[in-house]
């Protein structure tokens, strides 16, 4: 996709802050008529700047209060540990976020549990077991102040 117009960018931005917004609605705040709005966002999502559209939830209303971060290390770096463990992480809906880093640990996840007794029972029983990881050091954060969805347009 080329370059994203201005308008685009509007679009985008109030589709971050209100994905169910209506057509007739969004098309008002970025001053388009409906037409050429529903135009634009359907050639925002063929192209893929629009992935999905999903609901946010409330961790803590889900029993999902805890929020903490693991720093893995892998015996080896090679294709198949860090696949295999990727592929592992993928099946564990407790983990949020995987991400394979340049640094330090091997990756970082972000996992969600009910509290700490289930996230300790989580790294023992899944975590730790999993082929191929040497070490699990878990960060627990103490305040959230920040936490987006949304991207700097």
């Known amino acids: 996709m080329?370059?994203?117009?201005a308008i685009d960018r509007r679009?985008?931005?109030v589709l971050q802050e209100n994905g169910r917004i209506q057509n007739v609605e969004l098309a008002e705040k970025v001053g388009l008529s409906p037409s050429p709005c529903l135009r634009r966002v359907k050639m925002l999502e063929?192209?893929?700047?629009?992935?999905r559209y999903v609901a946010l939830l409330n961790p803590a209303k889900i029993g999902m209060g805890l929020t903490v971060f693991a720093r893995i290390w892998l015996t080896g770096q090679d294709a198949e540990t860090v696949e295999h463990f990727t592929e592992e992480v993928k099946r564990l809906p407790q983990i949020v976020e995987c991400h394979?880093?340049?640094?330090d640990c091997d990756f970082l996840l972000r996992v969600v549990a009910a509290d700490?007794?289930?996230?300790?029972k989580f790294q023992l029983d899944h975590?730790?077991?999993i082929r191929g990881v040497q070490s699990v050091k878990t960060e627990i954060p103490m305040?959230?102040?920040k936490l987006t969805s949304e991207h700097p347009l």
């Open 11 to 13: 679009i985008l931005r």
């Open 143 to 145: 305040q959230k102040i």
């Open 127 to 129: 975590l730790t077991r």
């Open 2 to 5: 080329k370059e994203l117009e």
């Open 100 to 103: 394979l880093m340049a640094g």
């Open 46 to 51: 063929e192209a893929g700047v629009i992935e």
């Open 116 to 120: 700490l007794d289930a996230y300790r």
